[in-house]
Protein backbone atom coordinates (compact mmCIF):
# COMPACT_ATOMS: atom_id res chain seq x y z
CA UNK A 1 0.00 0.00 0.00
CA UNK A 2 1.09 3.69 -0.81
CA UNK A 3 -0.45 7.01 -0.13
CA UNK A 4 -1.77 8.54 -3.01
CA UNK A 5 -3.68 11.78 -3.33
CA UNK A 6 -6.83 11.77 -4.45
CA UNK A 7 -10.05 13.98 -4.89
CA UNK A 8 -13.26 12.48 -5.09
CA UNK A 9 -14.72 15.25 -5.93
CA UNK A 10 -14.02 18.86 -7.81
CA UNK A 11 -13.49 21.88 -5.31
CA UNK A 12 -10.83 23.77 -3.35
CA UNK A 13 -7.93 22.42 -1.89
CA UNK A 14 -9.55 20.93 1.00
CA UNK A 15 -10.92 18.81 -1.59
CA UNK A 16 -7.70 16.90 -1.40
CA UNK A 17 -7.26 13.35 0.90
CA UNK A 18 -4.41 11.05 1.74
CA UNK A 19 -5.77 7.46 0.74
CA UNK A 20 -4.07 4.47 1.30
CA UNK A 21 -3.87 2.66 -2.30
CA UNK A 22 -2.56 -0.73 -4.06
CA UNK A 23 -0.15 0.19 -6.51
CA UNK A 24 -0.29 -2.14 -9.64
CA UNK A 25 2.62 -3.34 -11.26
CA UNK A 26 4.12 -1.35 -14.34
CA UNK A 27 3.18 -2.81 -17.61
CA UNK A 28 4.93 -2.72 -21.02
CA UNK A 29 6.79 0.57 -21.29
CA UNK A 30 5.76 2.02 -17.94
CA UNK A 31 8.59 1.81 -14.20
CA UNK A 32 7.38 2.04 -10.59
CA UNK A 33 9.47 4.73 -9.05
CA UNK A 34 9.63 5.42 -5.20
CA UNK A 35 9.16 9.12 -5.50
CA UNK A 36 11.14 11.60 -3.03
CA UNK A 37 10.06 15.04 -4.27
CA UNK A 38 6.93 16.58 -5.97
CA UNK A 39 6.80 19.46 -8.12
CA UNK A 40 3.71 21.60 -7.59
CA UNK A 41 2.19 23.16 -10.91
CA UNK A 42 -1.06 25.27 -11.34
CA UNK A 43 -2.51 23.07 -13.67
CA UNK A 44 -2.86 20.70 -10.91
CA UNK A 45 -5.17 23.06 -8.73
CA UNK A 46 -6.97 23.85 -12.33
CA UNK A 47 -7.23 20.12 -12.78
CA UNK A 48 -8.45 19.77 -8.87
CA UNK A 49 -11.20 22.19 -9.10
CA UNK A 50 -12.20 20.81 -12.37
CA UNK A 51 -11.25 24.19 -14.75
CA UNK A 52 -8.54 22.52 -16.46
CA UNK A 53 -8.46 21.17 -20.66
CA UNK A 54 -9.85 17.76 -19.41
CA UNK A 55 -12.16 16.97 -16.82
CA UNK A 56 -11.29 14.38 -14.29
CA UNK A 57 -12.12 10.89 -13.86
CA UNK A 58 -13.43 10.99 -9.98
CA UNK A 59 -12.03 9.81 -8.12
CA UNK A 60 -8.85 11.50 -9.66
CA UNK A 61 -5.14 11.51 -8.77
CA UNK A 62 -2.81 14.66 -9.98
CA UNK A 63 0.31 15.29 -10.43
CA UNK A 64 2.80 15.70 -13.43
CA UNK A 65 6.54 16.06 -11.92
CA UNK A 66 8.49 14.27 -9.38
CA UNK A 67 12.05 13.38 -8.50
CA UNK A 68 12.39 9.51 -7.39
CA UNK A 69 14.26 6.38 -7.94
CA UNK A 70 13.16 3.65 -9.90
CA UNK A 71 11.72 0.45 -8.30
CA UNK A 72 10.49 -1.96 -10.41
CA UNK A 73 10.88 -2.17 -14.68
CA UNK A 74 7.82 -2.76 -16.73
CA UNK A 75 8.69 -6.18 -18.76
CA UNK A 76 9.99 -4.66 -21.94
CA UNK A 77 12.04 -1.75 -20.63
CA UNK A 78 15.64 -1.42 -21.30
CA UNK A 79 16.51 2.46 -21.19
CA UNK A 80 16.30 2.51 -17.31
CA UNK A 81 17.62 0.41 -14.44
CA UNK A 82 16.40 -0.28 -10.93
CA UNK A 83 18.42 2.16 -8.69
CA UNK A 84 17.88 4.89 -11.23
CA UNK A 85 17.44 8.52 -9.81
CA UNK A 86 15.21 9.69 -12.39
CA UNK A 87 12.73 12.81 -12.89
CA UNK A 88 8.92 12.47 -14.03
CA UNK A 89 8.56 15.25 -16.82
CA UNK A 90 4.83 16.58 -17.80
CA UNK A 91 3.97 13.85 -20.88
CA UNK A 92 0.26 12.61 -20.10
CA UNK A 93 -3.02 12.82 -18.75
CA UNK A 94 -3.88 13.08 -15.01
CA UNK A 95 -6.27 10.72 -15.91
CA UNK A 96 -3.80 8.30 -16.68
CA UNK A 97 -0.91 9.08 -14.34
CA UNK A 98 -0.68 11.22 -11.34
CA UNK A 99 2.79 11.92 -9.25
CA UNK A 100 1.05 12.94 -5.81
CA UNK A 101 1.98 9.60 -4.14
CA UNK A 102 4.85 7.99 -2.38
CA UNK A 103 5.28 5.17 -5.48
CA UNK A 104 3.86 5.69 -8.96
CA UNK A 105 4.10 3.87 -12.29
CA UNK A 106 5.02 6.10 -14.97
CA UNK A 107 5.73 6.02 -18.29
CA UNK A 108 8.97 5.80 -19.78
CA UNK A 109 8.33 8.50 -22.17
CA UNK A 110 7.89 10.59 -19.41
CA UNK A 111 11.34 10.14 -17.92
CA UNK A 112 14.61 11.56 -18.07
CA UNK A 113 17.53 10.36 -15.70
CA UNK A 114 18.37 13.16 -12.78
CA UNK A 115 20.99 15.51 -13.90
CA UNK A 116 23.93 15.02 -11.90
CA UNK A 117 24.66 18.36 -10.70
CA UNK A 118 21.17 19.51 -8.80
CA UNK A 119 19.08 18.11 -5.34
CA UNK A 120 16.37 15.93 -5.86
CA UNK A 121 14.28 19.07 -4.72
CA UNK A 122 15.71 21.35 -7.51
CA UNK A 123 15.38 18.21 -10.13
CA UNK A 124 11.15 18.15 -8.78
CA UNK A 125 11.24 22.35 -9.80
CA UNK A 126 12.78 21.75 -13.68
CA UNK A 127 10.78 19.92 -15.83
CA UNK A 128 7.61 21.73 -16.10
CA UNK A 129 8.93 25.49 -15.98
CA UNK A 130 11.97 25.09 -18.39
CA UNK A 131 10.07 22.98 -21.36
CA UNK A 132 7.44 25.12 -21.20
CA UNK A 133 9.24 28.11 -21.32
CA UNK A 134 11.72 26.25 -23.89
CA UNK A 135 8.79 25.40 -26.39
CA UNK A 136 7.18 28.95 -26.83
CA UNK A 137 10.68 30.78 -26.61
CA UNK A 138 13.37 28.84 -28.54
CA UNK A 139 11.74 25.57 -30.51
CA UNK A 140 8.60 27.85 -31.86
CA UNK A 141 9.53 31.93 -30.94
CA UNK A 142 13.18 31.65 -32.00
CA UNK A 143 13.62 34.02 -29.42
CA UNK A 144 17.07 35.75 -30.40
CA UNK A 145 19.54 38.25 -28.67
CA UNK A 146 18.27 41.55 -27.84
CA UNK A 147 14.84 40.72 -28.55
CA UNK A 148 12.48 42.09 -25.65
CA UNK A 149 10.59 39.37 -24.06
CA UNK A 150 7.19 40.45 -21.75
CA UNK A 151 6.66 38.14 -19.07
CA UNK A 152 2.88 38.55 -16.82
CA UNK A 153 2.65 36.59 -13.80
CA UNK A 154 6.52 36.54 -13.90
CA UNK A 155 7.17 35.29 -10.24
CA UNK A 156 5.78 32.36 -11.22
CA UNK A 157 8.39 29.17 -11.79
CA UNK A 158 7.63 29.51 -15.62
CA UNK A 159 7.79 33.11 -15.10
CA UNK A 160 11.32 32.73 -13.68
CA UNK A 161 12.51 29.83 -15.83
CA UNK A 162 11.62 32.37 -18.92
CA UNK A 163 13.46 35.30 -17.56
CA UNK A 164 16.65 32.57 -17.34
CA UNK A 165 16.24 31.39 -20.98
CA UNK A 166 16.36 34.93 -22.04
CA UNK A 167 18.92 35.87 -20.38
CA UNK A 168 21.10 32.53 -21.74
CA UNK A 169 19.92 33.67 -25.25
CA UNK A 170 20.64 37.30 -24.92
CA UNK A 171 17.34 38.32 -24.72
CA UNK A 172 15.96 41.20 -22.51
CA UNK A 173 13.55 39.61 -20.21
CA UNK A 174 10.65 42.41 -19.05
CA UNK A 175 8.94 41.03 -15.75
CA UNK A 176 5.42 42.11 -15.38
CA UNK A 177 3.69 41.88 -11.70
CA UNK A 178 1.15 43.27 -10.24
CA UNK A 179 2.53 44.28 -7.34
CA UNK A 180 5.56 45.83 -6.15
CA UNK A 181 6.85 43.80 -3.29
CA UNK A 182 8.46 41.48 -5.66
CA UNK A 183 10.14 43.55 -7.76
CA UNK A 184 13.17 43.69 -5.47
CA UNK A 185 13.35 39.61 -6.16
CA UNK A 186 12.70 39.96 -9.62
CA UNK A 187 15.93 41.99 -10.55
CA UNK A 188 17.52 39.49 -8.08
CA UNK A 189 16.57 36.64 -10.73
CA UNK A 190 17.29 38.27 -13.92
CA UNK A 191 14.72 40.39 -15.17
CA UNK A 192 16.29 43.11 -17.02
CA UNK A 193 13.33 45.54 -16.07
CA UNK A 194 10.23 45.21 -14.03
CA UNK A 195 6.73 46.57 -14.64
CA UNK A 196 3.97 46.67 -11.61
CA UNK A 197 0.73 46.62 -13.42
CA UNK A 198 -1.45 47.44 -10.35
CA UNK A 199 0.11 51.09 -10.19
CA UNK A 200 1.95 51.40 -14.05
CA UNK A 201 0.65 51.46 -17.13
CA UNK A 202 1.79 48.20 -19.09
CA UNK A 203 2.15 50.04 -22.81
CA UNK A 204 3.55 52.79 -21.80
CA UNK A 205 6.57 51.79 -19.69
CA UNK A 206 7.26 49.40 -22.48
CA UNK A 207 7.32 51.74 -24.85
CA UNK A 208 9.43 53.99 -22.78
CA UNK A 209 11.68 50.72 -22.27
CA UNK A 210 11.73 50.04 -25.74
CA UNK A 211 12.16 54.02 -27.13
CA UNK A 212 8.49 53.31 -28.66
CA UNK A 213 9.60 50.17 -30.42
CA UNK A 214 7.74 47.92 -28.65
CA UNK A 215 8.07 44.30 -27.47
CA UNK A 216 8.92 41.48 -29.59
CA UNK A 217 7.33 38.62 -27.82
CA UNK A 218 5.24 38.17 -25.30
CA UNK A 219 4.78 34.88 -23.00
CA UNK A 220 1.38 35.61 -21.17
CA UNK A 221 -0.09 32.39 -18.43
CA UNK A 222 -2.61 35.09 -17.29
CA UNK A 223 -5.20 36.48 -20.86
CA UNK A 224 -8.40 38.20 -19.82
CA UNK A 225 -8.47 41.81 -20.58
CA UNK A 226 -5.03 42.52 -20.00
CA UNK A 227 -4.18 41.05 -23.64
CA UNK A 228 -5.31 44.19 -25.05
CA UNK A 229 -2.45 46.23 -23.31
CA UNK A 230 0.05 43.46 -23.78
CA UNK A 231 -0.79 43.81 -27.75
CA UNK A 232 -0.52 47.93 -27.41
CA UNK A 233 2.78 47.20 -26.44
CA UNK A 234 3.83 44.75 -28.87
CA UNK A 235 6.11 46.16 -32.00
CA UNK A 236 5.29 45.06 -35.89
CA UNK A 237 4.89 41.74 -36.28
CA UNK A 238 5.69 40.51 -32.78
CA UNK A 239 4.58 37.02 -31.08
CA UNK A 240 2.11 37.11 -28.54
CA UNK A 241 2.05 32.48 -26.81
CA UNK A 242 -0.93 32.68 -24.45
CA UNK A 243 -0.35 29.64 -22.39
CA UNK A 244 -2.72 29.81 -19.43
CA UNK A 245 -6.09 31.56 -18.33
CA UNK A 246 -5.53 32.38 -14.54
CA UNK A 247 -7.40 35.70 -15.20
CA UNK A 248 -11.08 33.88 -15.04
CA UNK A 249 -12.57 36.88 -16.76
CA UNK A 250 -13.19 37.20 -20.73
CA UNK A 251 -10.58 37.49 -23.29
CA UNK A 252 -11.37 39.88 -25.65
CA UNK A 253 -9.18 39.51 -29.17
CA UNK A 254 -7.81 43.34 -29.91
CA UNK A 255 -8.35 42.57 -33.78
CA UNK A 256 -7.68 46.25 -34.78
CA UNK A 257 -4.11 46.31 -32.91
CA UNK A 258 -3.49 42.77 -34.15
CA UNK A 259 -4.42 43.71 -38.31
CA UNK A 260 -2.39 47.17 -37.64
CA UNK A 261 0.47 45.40 -36.16
CA UNK A 262 0.69 41.99 -38.03
CA UNK A 263 0.34 40.29 -34.78
CA UNK A 264 1.03 36.54 -34.55
CA UNK A 265 -1.18 35.17 -31.76
CA UNK A 266 -0.81 31.09 -30.94
CA UNK A 267 -2.65 29.31 -27.94
CA UNK A 268 0.10 26.93 -26.49
CA UNK A 269 0.78 24.26 -24.01
CA UNK A 270 3.71 22.10 -23.80
CA UNK A 271 1.65 19.06 -24.42
CA UNK A 272 2.30 19.54 -28.35
CA UNK A 273 5.60 18.43 -28.17
CA UNK A 274 6.25 16.56 -24.65
CA UNK A 275 5.05 13.03 -26.57
CA UNK A 276 7.03 13.98 -29.70
CA UNK A 277 10.45 12.48 -28.77
CA UNK A 278 12.81 14.43 -31.30
CA UNK A 279 11.17 17.63 -30.38
CA UNK A 280 11.53 16.52 -26.52
CA UNK A 281 14.87 15.22 -26.70
CA UNK A 282 15.88 18.79 -28.35
CA UNK A 283 14.47 21.24 -25.10
CA UNK A 284 15.76 18.09 -22.50
CA UNK A 285 19.19 18.50 -24.36
CA UNK A 286 19.09 22.30 -23.89
CA UNK A 287 17.80 22.35 -19.67
CA UNK A 288 20.61 19.76 -18.97
CA UNK A 289 23.16 21.73 -20.70
CA UNK A 290 21.73 25.13 -19.14
CA UNK A 291 21.72 23.70 -15.52
CA UNK A 292 25.23 22.15 -16.29
CA UNK A 293 26.40 25.54 -17.34
CA UNK A 294 24.69 27.95 -14.36
CA UNK A 295 22.30 29.38 -16.80
CA UNK A 296 19.34 27.87 -15.26
CA UNK A 297 18.75 27.39 -11.82
CA UNK A 298 15.62 25.98 -9.75
CA UNK A 299 13.84 28.55 -6.95
CA UNK A 300 12.34 27.05 -5.18
CA UNK A 301 9.64 29.11 -3.26
CA UNK A 302 8.48 27.03 -0.06
CA UNK A 303 8.91 23.25 1.02
CA UNK A 304 5.97 21.14 2.55
CA UNK A 305 5.06 17.51 3.41
CA UNK A 306 3.07 15.73 1.99
CA UNK A 307 0.25 15.36 4.85
CA UNK A 308 0.36 18.77 3.86
CA UNK A 309 -0.73 18.77 0.75
CA UNK A 310 -4.10 20.77 1.35
CA UNK A 311 -1.92 23.51 2.59
CA UNK A 312 0.62 23.31 -0.15
CA UNK A 313 -2.26 24.16 -2.53
CA UNK A 314 -3.54 26.91 -0.38
CA UNK A 315 -0.14 28.39 -0.59
CA UNK A 316 -0.33 28.19 -4.37
CA UNK A 317 -3.36 29.48 -4.81
CA UNK A 318 -2.54 32.56 -2.57
CA UNK A 319 0.14 33.35 -5.19
CA UNK A 320 2.66 34.89 -2.58
CA UNK A 321 5.28 32.52 -3.82
CA UNK A 322 8.59 32.92 -6.19
CA UNK A 323 9.17 30.58 -7.40
CA UNK A 324 7.87 26.65 -7.37
CA UNK A 325 6.54 25.02 -4.38
CA UNK A 326 7.56 21.65 -3.23
CA UNK A 327 6.44 18.37 -1.43
CA UNK A 328 8.41 15.76 0.12
CA UNK A 329 7.17 12.52 0.79
Known amino acids: MTRTVRFHQTGGPDVLQLDELTVSAPLNDEVLIKINTIGLNRAETMFRSGQYLETPTLPARLGYEASGVVEHLGPNVTRFNV ?3 VNVIPAFSMNQYGT ?3 KAVVPIHALVKQPANISDSEAAAVWMQYLTAWGAL ?3 GQLS ?4 LLIPAASSSV ?3 AIQIANQV ?3 PVAITRSANKKDLLLKHGAKHVIISESQQITEQVLLITGGKGADMVFDPVAGPTLNDLANACGQFAQI ?3 GALNPQPTP ?3 LTALGKGLNFRGYTLFEFTQDAERLQKGVEFIENGLAAGHLKPIIAKTFALDDIVAAHQYMESNQQIGKIIVKT
Not at 145 to 148: C, D, F, G, L, Y
Open 100 to 102: YAE
Open 138 to 140: IDI
Open 159 to 161: GLA
Open 83 to 85: GDK
Open 145 to 148: KNQI
Open 253 to 255: FPL
Open 170 to 172: GAI
Open 241 to 243: FVY
